[in-house]
């Protein structure tokens, strides 16, 4: 993030001299100036909102959450951008690739196999570290589809993702009818993404894995305006689409599976709503913008949501759970707005 | 020049190339023609590095495909494709400003900003500079991705045919303008074109492929005859003469 300030002004220095003209680009350094305020904001409420007790317990305690959904909606939606530029569509999200579903087996299997008591007595580094490996087969796996396929590569990745997720999906469904019914309560309220439970030991490895992650991803923010132009205006200006691609799915799959491994499946949709918004916000297709501007966005819509959801509304759910079922028609509603404008 | 040599290709296991060895000099508009299927396009993907080279070698500019970096050839070689469709939602002059990517990398300084200006200028594109390419009609499009070839100040340019989808005025606007880049700015350009007449009025050079071979080269006034058309074009349109320059009468 601490580019960001120093971006923002170039824009608006190149936009003055050029001077003032109609139909103009926006300025967009001062709107990311205000979608860190927002997050500010945001997490500051959620730091102090109806705080009761002492502050030494609360702040270390709300902070380590904080962090944790900081960290979870940077990577998420990082990643979502970063898909939608290798892929060249915008209603891409990388839980099409199968790690959310992934996830999901793993824990029913281990529910059923060890029962509800055995997970939960599971310590949660070995279950990160399983998550981890399982991911990262995964990964290598799609890695190869990637490099083995001819042409049309990357639409070849997506649909095998889609039928391996379906794949799992099925299998996941099979091994919960095998579950006792009192267990599989277990596996449905895990099997969405929750803060409460972060580890204070896994969110700093986390974070040391998935931070040098973004910023490679922020150093590639040039190269991906130009791998987002198509195959071949990308090669005719010296940059091979599928060198830059595997790149770019390594860096994804390592900021999703990190990110589904410490708190569990996030809302397929949070990476839809948060590029849709985040190209609403700051119309653009540079990456110099778009993704600190993704960042901030999913930063604003998890911080926010879970501070209305827990601290206003008082509720328990997991905020994934509202997100799975308001963002369906709120991601139909931006794109039905795109579509007239 | 751009040297091909002993050049076959085929994919998924039809032959398109046979042993193709030809050589393009520097400077004019060289135009490949020929009927569907007869390698044309195969033949320009392999030069541009599109599909990747299997026998044979193929030098622009005295660089080997497949040896020289993408980065250094990217100063030498520019390439606009057949279907010039791009997902992201840009603006005429961010188009064009990117033809500079190969030479400042993302972070274009002020002889970058002042090429993409006399692009822009040149190309007459400064009244929609800032439209989104959606926006604008297809011969604008096309004409934007020619100034974004022009501001990537390469010495060579790879067209495939760029006139599908154009009316008459925009193929013929688009022709002239390369037509002047060949002359007043002596880039090389290698053209694959559909329509014989638009090769024979506006290139210097034609070299028509026939079932993955080179069935002739030369000036347009010497290649394009009745023989071309009956044996590589397998057609008996007549041939007339306007300007010094053949017309096939369709």
């Known amino acids: 993030m601490a580019e960001l300030t120093g971006n923002t002004t170039a824009p608006r220095a190149k936009a003055g001299a050029e001077g003032a003209r109609a139909a103009r680009p926006p300025a967009m350094g001062r709107r990311l100036i ?19 007790g002492a502050w030494g317990f609360i702040l270390p305690f709300r902070g380590q959450k904080l962090a944790a959904m900081l960290l979870v909606a940077s990577c998420l939606s990082v990643a979502t951008i970063l898909f939608q530029t290798i892929t060249g569509n915008r209603i891409l999200t990388p839980s099409l690739l199968g790690f959310d579903a992934l996830y999901v087996m793993i824990l029913a299997l281990l529910v059923h196999l060890f029962g509800a008591t055995g997970y939960i007595a599971l310590p949660t580094g070995l279950l990160f570290a399983l998550n981890t490996a399982m991911m990262s087969l995964l990964g290598l796996g799609l890695f190869v589809v990637l490099r083995r396929g001819a042409r049309g590569e990357m639409m ?58 973004l910023w490679l991803a ?9 791998l987002g ?113 | 020049m751009i040297r091909v040599s002993n050049v076959s290709h085929s994919i998924g296991g039809a032959p398109i190339l ?21 390698g044309k396009s195969t033949l320009l993907s392999l030069i541009a590095r599109l599909s990747s080279l299997k026998t044979g070698e193929i030098e622009v500019d005295g660089l080997q ?14 390439i606009m494709a057949q ?26 300084g002020p002889e970058d900003h002042a090429i993409v200006e006399s692009a822009i200028a040149r190309f007459g594109l400064g009244t929609m500079r800032h439209r989104f390419l959606d926006e604008i009609s297809g011969g604008q499009r096309q004409r934007a ?55 024979a009025r506006f290139a210097d050079r034609i070299i028509a492929l026939h079932e993955g071979r080179v069935a002739a080269m030369g000036a347009p006034q010497e290649i394009v005859t009745q023989d071309l058309l009956t044996d590589v074009f397998g057609t008996d349109a007549e041939i007339s003469h306007q300007d010094g320059r053949p017309v096939v009468l369709v």
């Not at chain 1, 500051?44 to 705080?51: I, P, Q, R, S």
């Not at chain 1, 922020?218 to 130009?226: A, C, E, F, G, S």
């Not at chain 1, 609403?280 to 990456?287: A, F, G, K, N």
């Open chain 2, 145 to 199: 991705f020619v100034a974004m070839a022009f501001a990537q100040d390469t010495d060579y340019l790879l067209l495939d045919e760029p006139l599908n989808n154009l009316d008459i005025a925009g193929a013929r606007s688009l022709m002239r303008l390369l037509r002047q880049m060949a002359d007043e700015d002596g880039k090389t350009i290698v053209i694959v074109l559909h329509d014989i007449n638009y090769a």
């Open chain 1, 34 to 52: 205000w979608l860190a305020v927002a997050v500010a904001l945001a997490s500051a409420v959620y730091m102090v909102y109806g705080a009761k």
């Open chain 2, 83 to 108: 279907s010039t469709h791009v997902s992201a939602r840009l603006r005429v002059e961010e188009l064009v400003g990117f033809g500079r990517y190969p030479w400042h990398r993302g972070r274009p």
């Open chain 1, 156 to 213: 070849r990745l997506v649909l095998t993702g889609i039928i391996f997720g379906v794949f799992l999906r099925s299998a996941t469904e099979f091994v919960q009818r095998l579950i006792d019914p009192a267990e599989f309560s277990v596996v449905t309220s895990v099997s969405y993404a929750r803060f409460n439970t972060v580890d204070p030991v896994l969110l700093p490895l986390t974070a040391a894995v998935t931070l040098p992650v």
């Open chain 1, 229 to 341: 132009l198509g195959d071949t205006v990308a090669l005719s200006l010296g940059e091979p689409p599928r060198r830059g691609q595997s790149i770019v799915l390594v860096l994804i799959c390592v900021l999703v599976a990190a990110a589904t491994a410490l708190v569990g499946p996030m809302a397929a949709f949070f990476g839809l709503i948060v590029s849709a918004l985040a190209h609403t916000v700051t119309p653009t297709e540079r990456h110099a913008i778009l993704l600190p501007s993704a960042a901030l966005t999913g930063c604003v819509v998890l911080v926010g949501g879970q501070t209305v959801l827990e601290r206003v509304l008082a509720l328990t759910t997991p905020i994934a759970v509202v997100i799975e079922a308001l963002g369906g028609a709120l991601f139909l509603a931006l794109l039905l707005k795109r579509k007239r404008a």
């Open chain 2, 18 to 38: 046979h042993d193709i060895s030809v050589e393009i000099p520097k400077g004019g508009i060289t135009a490949l023609i020929g009927p569907n299927g007869a």
């Open chain 2, 65 to 78: 495909i497949g040896q020289v970096s993408d980065r250094e050839l990217a100063r030498h070689l520019a």
């Open chain 1, 218 to 226: 922020w150093r590639m923010r040039h190269r991906l305006d130009v």
